[in-house]
């Protein structure tokens, strides 16, 4: 009863998209069926499966890394007539959205720096977060339930005792939380925690007992997060993002502002990379972000939330980083 009480204090820093839902009652005859991980199938990415377009950024050497990454996807259900609490993991136009769409553009961001799991999950609906009392979260937890026991699988059969990387993104984030709570926060495995890059959330600094968030490039066994807006706009909740942690995504230290040049890279879904095409600057709580420069900025410039972009928009920054936070644990252990 903790944990759930508790799980949902968490949810209500996580401010989602307004729009108009129908709502049904959230029902047991309606759950999907519960995914079994210890069947490859009902992952959408392990080491042995990367899809073509997957290998295009991952590393030539696979098999020579030595550290893991556990990715948790973002919410992708959002359609207003959708009555589904929970997607099945097997619903076709889902995998399609977690391989093709966040898996390479997000998820690839880690593939140099270690070998990549990402679990199919029986998503919570996007209408999930302002409907709380209504199903909502009876559905969230039903979604962690999944990725939790995804995770518990992935340590008796595939970790093997290699140093983690947790990576998300939004929804992804929620269940990330959970999960370094129940497996890391002053637990010996925190030691194998290389960095938890949990994205497109609320976390405050003392959010963990023991795992902080990190200041410098190097620095491993903590935490690093931020939300991106174009500069000078606002979420509408805007004080539940005060105090919230917010790395520099390109310097990784305390500075508030970056140039051009400062910038490695922002991955479109063209598969391009734009080097040097924004400047951020930190203030509470929020990663403010020029227009990047690209051939759709003017599309961008009618956009004021940044938040489906809060990967993508730092891809080689953060592939870099991941690089250089796993050889630094790799030499320190």
């Known amino acids: 009863m903790i944990k759930k009480i508790s799980y949902c204090i968490f949810l209500t820093f996580l401010v989602g998209c307004k729009s108009v839902y129908t709502v049904t009652e959230f029902q047991q005859k309606d759950i999907p069926t519960a995914p079994n991980y210890e069947n490859e199938i ?34 992708l259900n959002t359609e207003e007539e959708d009555v589904r609490w929970n ?24 593939t140099t720096a270690g070998k990549l799991y990402v679990p199919y999950y029986r998503q919570a609906h996007l209408r999930s977060y302002s409907e709380l009392a209504k199903g909502g979260k009876r559905a969230l937890l039903l979604a962690y339930s999944d990725v939790k026991k995804a995770f518990e699988v992935y340590l008796k059969k595939y970790n093997k005792g290699r140093p983690i990387i947790i ?19 002053n637990q010996p ?17 003392d959010l963990f007992k023991t795992i902080q968030p990190m200041t410098s490039p190097a620095e491993t066994n903590g935490l690093v997060g931020w939300n991106t807006f ?27 502002t970056t140039t051009f040049s400062q910038h490695k890279g922002f991955l479109y879904t063209n598969n391009t990379l734009y080097k040097a095409s924004l400047q951020i600057e930190i ?45 630094t644990w790799l030499q320190n252990n």
Do not use: C
Request: proline share 5%; glycine share 4%; no cysteine.
């Open 230 to 256: 174009k500069k000078g706009h606002y979420p509408e909740k805007k004080d539940v993002f005060k105090g919230s942690v917010t790395t520099n995504p390109i310097t990784w230290d305390a500075a508030k």
């Open 283 to 327: 203030t509470d709580g929020l990663v403010w972000s020029t227009n990047p420069r690209f051939p759709l900025r003017l599309f961008m410039s009618f956009v004021k939330n940044y938040h489906a972009g809060d990967i993508n928009l730092f891809w080689q920054d953060i592939r870099e980083n991941a690089e250089l936070r796993t050889n």
């Open 189 to 205: 495995l925190q030691e194998k925690l290389i960095a938890a890059y949990i994205v497109g959330t609320v976390m405050k600094p």
């Open 167 to 185: 990576a998300s993104h939004s929804q992804g984030s929620t269940h990330a939380k959970f999960l370094l709570r129940d497996f890391f926060d």
């Open 42 to 75: 009902n992952w959408a990415v392990l080491p042995n499966t990367y899809s073509e377009g997957l290998k295009e950024f991952a590393s030539k050497e696979t098999d020579t890394l030595k550290a893991d990454v556990f990715y948790v996807y973002p919410t």
């Open 87 to 110: 997607v099945p993991i097997t619903d076709l136009v889902q995998q399609n959205k977690v391989l093709n769409k966040v898996v390479l553009f997000q998820a690839s961001a880690f």
